[in-house]
């Protein structure tokens, strides 16, 4: 009866780590996703800033 119980108790931690890991890695991913957006949106702001400020200037 112990060994079984053991055996439970061992299962469900195990379930519970792979379950808190599976929820970092889905974590860490949206970071790094909103990461990139947000590079990507200042890097696009950029560009059309300067062209525009270039096309002002020139005149």
């Known amino acids: 009866m112990q060994n079984s119980q053991n055996g439970l108790t061992n299962a ?6 792979d379950t808190q890991n599976e929820r970092y890695k889905r974590y ?3 970071c790094y996703r909103n ?12 560009i ?3 062209a525009f ?6 005149r």
């Open 12 to 17: 469900g931690k195990v379930l519970h780590e």
């Open 28 to 30: 860490k991913h949206l």
């Open 35 to 46: 990461l990139l957006l947000k590079s990507a949106l200042t890097f696009l702001l950029g």
């Open 48 to 50: 059309l800033f300067s």
């Open 53 to 58: 400020l270039g096309g002002s200037i020139r």
